[in-house]
């Protein structure tokens, strides 16, 4: 059974501070790793997908990397703004298509 | 390109009631997928559709069904409606291959009281 965790639960930083937000799961076999905001009440949005033959994926301030063999992500954000305040979540597709989710990571970045 | 819609985005529901939310994936998506999402157990899968097929089911009761139809569009339904059925609802749309990344709509906020 796959199981996905994210540390820390929540993450408090002052504007500009660089994020770095960690995920690990049990089994390395997936098939790819995606990341998603969700503001408060709000759908989820997807942020960066790595396959898993990537070792990174970056789009703008956003950085993820996967360690498949050490069952890791880790999802940078650089110079951090108080519009990125919001929870962050990974997720692993099983072999059946569903995903498994962490409890996901609330960040504060205050002004 | 329009992205994954759901209606109603709120609904409040007496219990015993019953309730149909819908789901439009991204044009030329196959796959749809439901969770149901509460502060206490976080995001659950409900279940899985590709091409009118459930694929896939999650550790729910028999109360909670669904249905694909020929266009892609999903409805779940929830029957004999209890008070720990209150979450958001959140369906997911795919291309339907297991690498392909998976897009969110806005959900369904049910309240049962």
């Known amino acids: 059974k796959q199981e996905v965790t994210q540390i820390p639960a929540a993450l408090s930083v002052p504007e500009g501070e660089n994020l770095v937000l960690n995920c690990s799961f049990t089994d390395s076999a997936i098939y790819n790793l995606q990341w998603f905001r969700q503001d408060p009440g709000k759908g989820l949005t997807s942020l960066l997908l790595i396959q898993s033959s990537q070792r990174e994926q970056t789009s703008g301030r956003l950085n993820a990397s996967l360690d498949k063999s050490s069952g890791r992500s880790t999802l940078y954000i650089a110079a951090s703004q108080p519009g990125d305040s919001a929870t962050y979540l990974c997720a692993v597709p099983l072999n059946d298509y569903k995903l498994s989710f962490g409890a996901g990571t609330t960040v504060t970045v205050r002004a | 390109k329009a992205g994954v819609t759901q209606t109603p985005r709120y609904l409040i529901k007496t219990r015993g009631q019953q309730v149909t939310l819908s789901c439009s994936p991204i044009?030329?998506?196959?796959?749809v997928s439901w969770y149901q999402q509460t502060p206490g157990q976080g995001l659950q899968f409900l279940f899985e559709y590709f091409s009118e097929t459930q694929r896939n089911k999650g550790n729910f009761p028999g109360r909670f069904s669904g249905r694909q139809f020929s266009n892609s569009r999903s409805e779940m339904n929830v029957s004999t409606l209890e008070l720990g059925d209150s979450a958001l609802y959140l369906c997911?749309?795919?291309?339907?291959?297991?690498?392909?990344?998976?897009?969110f709509g806005p959900g369904t906020r049910l309240t049962v009281t």
């Open positions: 044009s030329g998506h196959r796959s």
């Open positions: 997911a749309s795919s291309l339907g291959q297991g690498s392909q990344e998976q897009y």
